[in-house]
């Protein structure tokens, strides 16, 4: 047990200042961990006990704000979610996302990842149904069974942490090309019975630097860590888009408070 | 703000992308990149012997001799080498090819559902998987009866 | 030009489909060459009668066109993935047409000269 509470580790940590123009090195620490420490709490003691200049960001400590993304001995993976005595080694190194331009230290800039996010038109369309509402009486739902809420689920618990995009090979190369964060969100609102807009997204992605850029190497899936799957999304919208598997999708139902 | 939808890379940040190094790298993330990396290696490696052999046979065209000594270069050690990575690299590319055909266009690869902790990726299914392995043996066993008819029948 | 110009999902279907096909094609390719002892398959003789048999010929032709739309749409994929910017882009389409249409020729010069040997 004493063993266990005085266990060591070495921290690596990237560090570099861009708008300074400073020179990429690690610096070294030697943190304390405990059975439950995670890299986040271990960069945190950094902060507090040996240097508070090390920039990191985070906020939820809990794998839902997706912000803490980072390279774990060489693995995008998220800080707070990573446990040192998960990765088996007296030595962690923490590196900035790969495939995202860097900020300073293990900040990376996100603009460019929301903004093919953004470009998918991330939100329900259908043109059944009115967005500008006077009357409160004309408001209108959708019904859906638990069935038709699990073919997207799945894909709507994505946090945008990054993991994915960092992890993509085409994306190494391609920053033009979606990445699979924003390609299965492409595929979770195709999938939503509630939205009709399946013209205008396929319109989106089937170009030249889009969703056929996409080789199935599976990367994506690997390392995101609420099982969103992003590859199976990609796959299955191709699928729909080549024609050779149908999307049997009803078209939710509306229901508004007159007819009731 | 972020700026949005331009490809702005600030200059003095560093783009962090990991260029062509990140496919080139196939040791990371399992299986599904080694194929990805596998296949476009194979492929490119077709391409080459294909524009190779149409050349090749072009000597037909001029006569009895000039095929006999084309022919000859093929039957030396290193062309038989050769001629048996084509048949590797082919039959790998085909089988492997087949599997992609299937998983890209979302076949074989299960449903979404509810992701449970510890959230194995159903799209990275050891079914579809097989068919990578498959291929690699397929292309393993070609490639010996490609050395035996070729170092067999001592050229 | 314009409308020539094929949505990236039609240029998928092909890139499969002539994969396909192309599978099949190389298949009886290859078996004419085991049919008989690899070695005398491709005597001079032997292969000039080949290219007598109106099948074989249009086998021998379709493979040329499948593969080479293929391998070089193959080619174009990992270009365009590897580089950006719509002048690299534009090259890479007209050098990948003109290298496929090349081979396309070229065999075909083999075939049509072969055949009247
Ligand atoms: C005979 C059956 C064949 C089948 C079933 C097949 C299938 C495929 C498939 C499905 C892909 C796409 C992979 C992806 O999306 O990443 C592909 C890519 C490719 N193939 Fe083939 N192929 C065949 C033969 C050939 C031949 C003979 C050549 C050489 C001329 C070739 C050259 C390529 C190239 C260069 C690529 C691009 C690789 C990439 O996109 O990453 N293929 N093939
Ligand atoms: S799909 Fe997964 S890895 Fe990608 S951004 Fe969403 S949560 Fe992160
Ligand atoms: S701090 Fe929110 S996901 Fe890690």
Known sequence: ?260 | MGTVSNNKENNNMNSGREGIRGWLNPTRYGWERVSYWLQRLTGLFLLVYFVGHVYETSSLTNGVDAWNSMLELTQTIGGHIFLILVIGTSTFHTVNGIRLIFTESGKGLGKPGRPDYPYNPSSLNYTQKSGIWIALLLACIAMLYGGMVLFGEGG | MASLRLRESQITKIHYLTGILSLFAVAIHILFRLIMPFGQSLSYENVVANYHNIFYVILLESILVLISIHGFNGLRIILIELKQSPKWESTITILVLISMIGVIAYGTRTIVIASGL
């Open chain 1, 1 to 260: 047990m004493s063993n266990e509470e005085n266990k060591k580790v070495q921290l690596k940590v990237y560090r570099t200042n861009y708008n300074k123009d400073d020179s990429s090195h690690y610096d070294k620490f030697e943190v304390p961990v405990k059975r439950w420490t995670t890299v986040l709490d271990a960069l945190l003691h950094v902060k507090s006990y040996s240097d508070s200049s090390v920039g990191i960001r985070y906020s939820c400590r809990m794998a839902s704000c997706g912000s803490c993304g980072m390279k774990i001995n060489g693995k995008p993976s998220l800080a707070c979610y990573t446990k040192i005595s998960e990765l088996k080694d007296d030595v962690i190194v923490c590196e900035p996302l790969p495939n995202f331009p860097r900020i300073r230290d293990l900040v990376s800039d996100f603009s460019q990842f929301f903004s093919h996010h953004k470009n998918m038109k991330p939100f329900i369309q259908n043109d059944k149904v009115s967005v500008d509402i006077d009357d409160k009486s004309d408001l209108v739902e959708f019904e859906q069974t638990h069935e038709d809420v699990d073919k997207y689920l799945q894909f709507s618990y994505c946090i945008r942490c990054g993991l994915c995009y960092s992890a993509c090979p085409t994306v190494a190369t391609d920053p033009k090309f979606p990445g699979p964060q924003a390609l299965s969100q492409a595929y979770r609102y195709e999938a939503d019975g509630r939205d009709n807009s399946k013209k205008t997204r396929f319109n989106i992605i089937d170009e030249r630097h889009g969703i056929w850029r996409c080789h199935f190497a599976g990367s994506c899936s690997v390392v995101c860590p609420k099982g969103v799957d992003p590859a199976l999304g990609i796959q299955l919208l191709k699928g729909h888009m080549l024609g050779l598997s149908k999307n049997n999708k009803k078209i939710s139902t509306l229901r508004t408070k007159n007819n009731e």
